[in-house]
């Protein structure tokens, strides 16, 4: 896990972190995230949407868990490959996207503010450590932790398409809902962009396991 750490910010994997800065930069800059998150104020769209937070939470922890004890049951190693190859994918989700949280100070959307009393909040940022937490913030956790799995599901099964889209489905159902629930736009964006990185490192470290290459 260390290395695979580096490996999310070493060479070319380090200028989509770049990219998912200067993508939040132009977004709250255009004044977008304000807008998006104005138009997307509808109370059924929410009610649809918001289970999304809590399965975002829920699902990286036990989805792992079950596929560990299944595949430990049935004596598989791609199975138990899999389990470890995701809860590697989401640890690592958290952990980086938590770092960037700690420094970035992101304040969320007015959520439960009435529509009379709304203050566009989309432009602060509270650069520090620990000055706007760790649950709020840039980029969205849920978002990257989904990405993260799912990318990680798309590198180990590169024949089964429905595993691959899948995944990818449920990665962007998680962000999109966050986006429209708990986090600005440009979170979500973010969080897609660097989950997909770390979930491409975890899975091609882990597609290797066993077969005594080392990837780079």
Aim: proline letters at 5%; a positive charge.
């Amino acid at each position: 896990m260390p290395r695979n750490i580096i490996r999310c910010f070493k060479g070319y994997k380090l200028l989509w972190h770049v990219l998912a800065i200067a993508l939040t930069y132009i977004i709250v800059t255009s004044d977008f995230d304000w807008h998006y998150y104005v138009s997307t104020r509808e109370p059924l769209l929410r009610v649809f949407l918001f289970p999304a937070v809590g399965l975002g939470m829920i699902l990286p922890v036990v989805v792992p868990l079950i596929l560990l004890a299944v595949g430990a049951v049935r004596k598989n190693f791609k199975i138990k490959n899999t389990a470890f190859a995701l809860g590697q994918a989401a640890i690592l989700g958290l952990v980086i996207s938590s770092a960037y949280k700690a420094v970035t100070g992101r304040i969320p959307p007015p959520h439960f503010s009435s529509g009379d009393t709304l203050v566009d909040t989309s432009h602060g940022f509270q650069f520090g450590f620990l000055r706007g937490g760790l649950f709020w913030g840039w980029p969205s956790s849920h978002t990257t932790v989904a990405f993260a799995m799912a990318a990680a599901l798309w590198e180990l099964y590169p024949q089964n398409r429905l595993i691959r889209y899948g995944a990818i489905l449920y990665a962007f159902y998680v962000g999109i809902s966050v986006s429209i629930t708990i986090h600005w736009f440009s979170e979500f964006v973010a969080g897609a962009i660097i989950g997909s990185v770390i979930g491409l490192v975890v899975g091609k470290s882990l597609l290797h396991r066993g077969s005594g290459t080392d990837p780079q």
